[in-house]
């Protein structure tokens, strides 16, 4: 655990001490909650067309997969036409694109990147990796499948995909989501002791808070 | 020798003279920041911890090994010929040169003599692998500083030179063409033509950016005279390629060793003088021009035809005595080597892969990252082409 | 006088027609962008989806008082600068409730976004939110500098400080705008202009790949989608006020539209093909290029 | 030769082992490791070595033994010399050059890391570099068996099913043939 993560005493400009414990005093961690769907069928179903014409994916290239990712964003695949854009920061993102194969170190920033995003929330699997390992399934160091750890809405095959099969990817999301498939932060949610059981198996230093908002 | 660089904190965490702590994070005159993995300012998928006291970074430590995969263990576990299809997973943007360097060591270890013909065919796949590698540096150092359409053109660029390698190879990214004993196959019917095609246009790209980013005031005044490597650091944090280029240092492995038939090629490596981000990113634009001479020349200079593949054992059953060697390559972003030890059986004993990054994200960046200001993290660490995946395997 | 009552729906359909307007313009003017970098760009609707997503995030979360009123902020600021300017001018439906001393509201209005977003997003407590909102304090207060002396410089040689007169005084032909008459001070205000439209080369405040994205960063759901209908009014109040200052005010909503458009896609055009600036650069160019023609107006009048 | 006159002055200096010449430039030679600093600054200083290639490690594990590559490289001469320094497998520590080269602390925080072979006073080399909470024998050592490790740490997903090559192929090119 790192040092700045130690619960220590700490000196204010106003002279007084006082203890600080990171883990404690930085984060909530209430546990998340099942959010129920909107008031009516019609509202709701508005509400998931407007969530699958607007797609904000976060930006975290998690492995090799993010070298299509920029293609996929520049004249010749361009996906802002389909509503996908980009957003730097966890908040505003509604789709995690785990771009290849996780290793343990990546999956640990992979879930609090994953739990500060806003439900509903949608993840996909890129590559084959993420699926049973691929080319790395007898790897020490990364994950073999990855709907053990967060809930995946969608699998795109390959090693790697090529840009069309994201856009078919993206394609079928948005079925997915307009079909009222996409519970992904709900089922999280649901299983959370399930989900954290799993990471803390693999994730051997836990440094952090179980859930972070 | 260490303090021959002052201030230099690579001895975590810093001690003033009297044993207390140079860099007091309790004092809250500092903020510590970290830049990455989940930030769009970082090249690939590793972290920057920086300590900033107002605006100025007074110490960067780089976090690596969010990409690895144990590639030097599992390579250990597959047979020669099972290796071949991982080693391009090692760096992304430019796959081809683990492909050749793999390639290369088992070759003369096994004591194959690889054709003519491949040999030319290798060369041009290194050299449009490379354009690439540049064309995603152009667009990415232009969007460090927040100047997207660089990238969109450049982007669009290397599209174009993506279709070639699939015409040639079949495949976009992992390209898997380079085999110990020669390359999968040879040219495809009119590849001349279409590459032509292809080269006009990026010369054409090559042109717009330069009008845009490089004859633009605003960055020239984010770049000029910042990030600067002193020519003494050049040997003790082993800088090789376009970096050491920038600082007036002829270092192309090309020239200094030439392997492949780049001894029958006529170029001359690039120099800059000044060797600030903006000069590293001018020596890598007018590298660029290097490399389309070089396909040109070699696509006229190339025999028309020849056997591209040398007989090789079974693979089932391909052993190769006792023996190590280290073949080196100049890539992108600087020299990029295998070395391989063989014990006789039908495994590699060992393969270490060195990649340029790995001096250059590590102990220079985190050398050069002391007193800049913090807009410019993200500007410098693109300047330096780094790629994560070749320091971590 | 008694206030006269009709006046508010009548302001409320401005609003109204502003907000519709705001979004259109600036997926426009996104799709413009894109075609620079050879794309097609987004759809034009796609603003009104991205807000109703918004608005349909079903959890959200908050980080103190301060943090929900930093959107409430910048809204009102926007809301605001819109209503106490004459839109169109002569128009007794649209031009809302300007009255004698408006033009030192409206520079207040201009300032009291930046305040209430730097509050909120200070209470998020994110790094580099808190390093945005610094840059963007000083890089605004820089940018609004010139912009205040382009104003007192008008006002000088108006003799007035209504709005709706100074539009008054520059009817009748293009040669009468202030563009013509008072040439330095329209520049000084048009350097400003740049400085305070969050684009390149000045974004650095939001700089994407240097603190990932400043204020906003902390910002979700709901409270971005308040912020996205303020990022429509916002741009298109200052550029009425713009306009009604140096470019002889708009009497119908044609050429209100057209002359906002115009306006938007100048300081768009500069923004697309820049880097941006370091802050205390941009600070530097402000006070070595705008400030100096803004005291050069004022000598000037 | 190049290589053979370097090798008989440095003989002259150090007691190094046998010289092994894969190619004519490039030469591995072993140095016992009490003079591997004094062998590396004559070669920086005197010889123009000036760059460090890379340090690695080879686990020889039957010799119950590692060996520690210094590739160093002269770019005037286009030559490298790699410097072999075997040292014995269990408590494993070497002296680090650190100060010679500074990036070659990069390197032996690694092969801490990977091998287990100890640098003392090299910087950082306490701190984590590429693994996090690591709970097993360094991975990189021959005796860590990374299938096995990754079968009790991750799940698998049912259905992968793995072919010996040698008959899978004969039965895609000669179906039904006996072995």
Redesign the interface.
């Known amino acids: 655990m790192k040092p700045?993560l130690m619960k220590?005493m700490?000196?204010g400009?106003d002279g007084l001490e006082f203890e600080v414990e990171p883990l404690r005093d930085y984060y909530?961690e209430a546990p998340p909650t099942v959010?129920?769907a909107?008031y009516g069928k019609i509202v709701e179903d508005?509400?998931n067309w407007?969530?699958s014409?607007?797609i904000w994916i976060?930006?975290?290239?998690?492995?090799?997969g993010?070298?299509?990712m920029?293609?996929l964003m520049?004249?010749?695949f361009?996906a802002?036409?389909y509503?996908v854009?980009?957003r730097?920061?966890?908040?505003?993102a509604?789709l995690f694109i785990i771009s290849g194969?996780l290793?343990?170190?990546?999956l640990?920033?992979a879930i609090r990147?994953y739990e500060q995003m806003?439900?509903?929330k949608y993840v996909i699997g890129l590559g084959s990796c993420t699926?049973?390992?691929g080319?790395?399934?007898?790897?020490?160091?990364?994950?073999?499948?990855l709907d053990?750890y967060l809930p995946v809405d969608l699998y795109i095959a390959g090693?790697?995909p090529?840009p069309e099969a994201l856009l078919a990817g993206f394609m079928d999301l948005k079925k997915l989501i307009r079909a009222g498939n996409g519970e992904g932060?709900n089922q999280y949610a649901e299983n959370f002791a399930w989900y954290k059981e799993?990471q803390k198996?693999?994730?051997?230093?836990w440094d952090m808070p179980d859930y972070n908002? | 020798m260490m303090d021959m660089f002052p201030p230099d904190r690579s001895q975590y965490p810093a001690k003033k003279a009297d044993g207390t702590l140079d860099i007091d994070l309790t004092s809250g005159k500092y903020l510590k920041l970290w830049q990455g993995p989940n930030h769009p300012g970082i090249t690939g998928n590793m972290s920057v911890e920086l300590t900033v006291c107002g605006d100025e970074v007074v110490e960067g430590k780089t976090h690596v090994g969010y990409l690895h995969r144990g590639f030097e263990k599992l390579m250990e576990r597959r047979t020669f010929i099972q290796v071949f299809p991982i080693v391009c997973r090692v760096c992304v943007p430019e796959p081809d040169f683990n492909e050749y360097c793999y390639a290369a060591c088992v070759e003369e270890l096994a004591g194959i003599e690889v054709p003519e013909m491949a040999q030319w065919i290798r060369t041009l796949i290194l050299e449009m692998g490379r354009i690439n590698s540049y064309m995603m540096y152009l667009g990415g150092q232009a969007g460090a500083l927040g100047q997207g359409v660089i990238g969109q053109w450049t982007t669009y660029a290397r599209d174009l030179m993506l279709d070639r390698f699939e015409e040639l190879t079949g495949a976009r990214i992992y390209h898997m063409f380079i085999l110990p004993g020669g390359v999968r196959d040879t040219l495809p019917e009119g590849f001349q033509q279409r590459m032509e095609e292809t080269l006009r246009e990026i010369e054409s790209t090559l042109k717009d950016v330069y009008d845009v980013m490089f004859c633009n005031a605003v960055f020239k005044a984010r770049t000029v005279g910042m990030g600067v490597i002193d020519p003494s650091w050049l040997e003790p944090y082993g800088v090789t390629g376009p970096n050491a280029r920038a600082a007036s240092v002829a270092k192309d492995v090309r020239k200094d060793a030439p392997y492949l038939v780049y001894d029958q090629l006529d170029f001359e490596p690039v120099i800059g003088h000044d060797s600030d981000i903006y000069t590293r990113a001018d020596v890598r634009r007018r590298d660029i021009w290097v490399s389309v001479d070089l396909i040109r020349q070699i696509l006229a200079k190339m025999p028309k035809d020849g056997a591209v593949m040398a007989p090789i054992p079974n693979v089932l059953h391909w052993q190769i005595p006792r023996g190590e060697t280290y073949i080196r390559g100049e890539c992108s972003r600087g020299e990029y080597g295998y070395y391989l030890v063989t014990d006789g059986s039908g495994y590699p004993r060992r393969i270490n892969v060195r990649g340029p990054s790995y001096t250059h994200a590590m102990a220079l960046l985190e050398r050069m990252i002391v007193g800049i200001n913090i807009s410019d993290v993200a500007a410098l660490m693109v300047s330096l082409h780094t790629y994560p995946p070749e320091i971590e395997r | 006088m008694d206030f006269d009552w009709m006046k508010i729906p009548y302001a409320f359909l401005t609003v109204f027609i502003v907000v519709n307007y705001g979004f259109l313009m600036t997926a426009l003017i996104q799709k413009i962008g894109a075609r620079a970098g050879r794309r097609y760009g987004i759809p034009i609707w796609q603003n009104y989806i991205d807000m109703i997503k918004n608005y349909s995030l079903r959890s959200s979360i908050t980080h103190g008082v301060m943090f929900y009123l930093g959107p409430v902020f910048r809204l009102s600021g926007g809301v605001g600068l819109l209503l106490f300017v004459p839109t169109i001018y002569g128009s007794y439906m649209f031009s809302n409730f300007s009255f004698a001393g408006d033009l030192i509201l409206a520079l207040y209005f201009v300032f009291f976004g930046t305040l209430g977003m730097a509050l909120g997003a200070g209470e998020s407590g994110h790094p580099h939110a808190a390093i945005g909102v610094s840059r963007g304090l000083s890089q605004v207060s820089m940018a609004e500098l010139p912009f205040a002396m382009a104003v007192f410089s008008v006002a000088l040689q108006y003799q007035t400080l209504s709005v709706t007169d100074i539009v008054a005084a520059q009817q009748g032909g293009m040669l009468h705008w202030t563009l013509f008459t008072n040439p330095i001070a329209v520049t000084a205000a048009m350097l400003s202009f740049l400085g305070s439209m969050m684009r390149p080369p000045f974004d650095v405040v939001i700089a994407p790949q240097e603190i990932p994205i400043g204020p906003p960063t902390e910002y979700h759901s709901s409270y971005l989608a308040v912020m996205q209908t303020n990022r429509a009014i916002f741009p298109v109040a200052k550029i009425v006020i713009y306009m009604n200052l140096f470019f002889g005010g708009a009497t119908g909503w044609p050429e209100l539209f057209l002359k906002v458009f115009l306006l938007y896609l100048f300081s768009a055009f500069v923004g697309v093909c820049f880097p941006r600036f370091r802050v205390e650069q941009s600070v530097r160019w402000f006070l070595v290029w705008a400030v100096p023609l803004g005291i050069l107006s004022i000598m000037v009048v | 030769m190049a290589m053979k006159e370097l090798y008989a002055r440095l003989k002259a200096l150090f007691p190094l082992g046998e010289l092994t010449e894969q190619r004519k430039d490039l030469a591995f030679v072993t140095v016992p490791a009490e003079h591997l600093r004094a062998t590396i600054l004559h070669l920086r200083d005197k010889e123009g070595f000036t760059h460090l290639v890379l340090l690695t490690a080879v686990d020889w594990l039957e010799e119950g033994r590692f060996q520690l590559t210094y590739l160093l490289n002269n770019r005037q001469r286009a030559c490298d010399i790699g410097l072999r320094v075997m040292i014995p497998r269990d408590a494993a520590t070497m002296e680090g050059i650190h100060d010679i080269w500074p990036t070659a602390a990069t390197y032996q925080r690694e092969l801490r890391e990977m091998f287990g072979i100890d640098f003392p006073g090299s910087p950082r080399i306490e701190e984590d570099f590429i693994l996090e909470g690591w709970n097993d024998i360094p991975p990189y050592r021959r005796d860590f068996d990374t299938l096995k490790y990754a079968q009790e740490n991750y799940s698998e997903r049912p259905g992968r099913v793995t072919h010996d090559p040698e008959t899978h192929m004969r039965l895609q090119l000669y179906p039904g043939s006996k072995p």
């Open positions: 700045e220590r700490v000196k400009p909530c959010m129920p909107a508005l509400f407007a969530r014409e607007s976060l930006g975290f290239g998690t492995g090799c993010a070298i299509e920029r293609p520049t004249p010749r361009d802002y036409r509503g854009q980009w730097p920061t966890p908040r505003q509604n194969y290793s343990t170190k990546t640990k920033r990147a806003q439900n509903p699926i049973n390992g080319m790395y399934w007898d790897s020490y160091n990364t994950i073999k499948r053990d090693c790697m090529r932060a799993n198996r693999v994730i051997h230093d908002w």
